[in-house]
């Protein structure tokens, strides 16, 4: 289990990775990549049962299914950098012929991937599906992770899964929501809000953390924990994680337009002077 400092460490040569693969593809999504790179990191190298050596299985492990399949620059990232194959492979992100798909995608077979993602509001479904599968082989320690994004919840079959989950007491799973108010057409609570997405969560059954700043990894790594050990409790746990687009680079902050945005060879050289190289680039 990494230290607070390792982690901050890992993140931001995660950061670093993100843009470097995005500007090398001219192509990709950077803004929700770089908010998420906290948690990613929280999660693969501080709370997460996981095995490098990968099965599609993943008996005896816990699970991690990203659901908002854009932002998969910071998982392979976090894939890599935790041992499923060479960081020289990140390289490759969105090149004919690569394992490193714009979404993550199965026929390709990189390690790590589960489940196609690109259609966004599957994730939990599949999740679920999994969840209950860990329940019929008695794997009572096993915990299955999600990520989704915020304007991913307008989506219909979202809800059904929300409904489903704490009907069937499916308690072995955590899912999350980066909550950073921003999507491709702008503001969340402009182009469909939530309202009190809290009271829902809750109102639908669910045990609901909330994290004021996903960005702070103490506080993320906390959040995890607790999580954690409210599992097996005949409740679904759901984390609502306060996010900042495009964190770490000070011009994408906060700035829905690098939701689907390349940064060119200006942008790309000013961003990396604010994230220092921490592991040594690919």
């Not at 490759?92 to 979404?103: E, I």
Request: contains cysteine; negative net charge; charged residues 20%.
């Amino acid at each position: 289990m990494a230290s607070v400092e390792e982690l901050k460490n890992i993140a931001s040569q995660v950061r670093r990775d993100i843009i470097r693969m995005v500007n090398g593809a001219n192509s990709g999504h950077p803004g929700g990549s770089l908010g998420c790179t906290d948690f990613m990191v929280a999660l693969y190298f501080n709370q997460m049962n996981h095995n490098k050596n990968f099965t599609m299985d993943g008996l005896g492990e816990d699970l991690f299914f990203l659901s908002n399949g854009h932002i998969c620059p910071v998982w392979y990232s976090v894939l890599a950098h935790s041992g499923y194959y060479e960081t020289s492979e990140l390289a490759t992100f969105r090149k004919l012929n690569s394992r490193m798909q714009g979404h993550p995608a199965t026929a390709e077979h990189l390690p790590g991937i589960r489940c196609a993602a690109g259609s966004l509001g599957q994730g939990l479904s599949v999740a679920i599906g999994a969840a209950l599968a860990k329940k019929l082989n008695k794997e009572d320690k096993s915990i299955v992770y999600t990520l989704h994004g915020d304007g991913e919840f307008q989506e219909g079959q979202i809800w059904e899964a929300l409904m489903f989950a704490p009907h069937h007491k499916v308690d072995n799973i955590i899912s999350t929501i980066d909550y950073n108010n921003k999507q491709i057409d702008g503001d969340v609570d402009k182009v469909l809000s939530h309202r009190d997405l809290k009271a829902k969560l809750r109102e639908f059954g669910w045990d609901v953390i909330e994290v004021l700043d996903g960005n702070n990894m103490e506080a993320v790594t906390a959040a995890l924990a607790d999580a954690k050990s409210r599992t097996g409790k005949g409740v679904p746990v759901f984390i609502m994680m306060h996010t900042v687009m495009g964190k770490g680079v000070d011009f994408m902050e906060n700035q829905h337009q690098w939701h689907g945005t390349a940064p060119n060879a200006e942008q790309t050289a000013a961003a990396l002077a604010q994230l220092p190289e921490t592991l040594g680039d690919y």
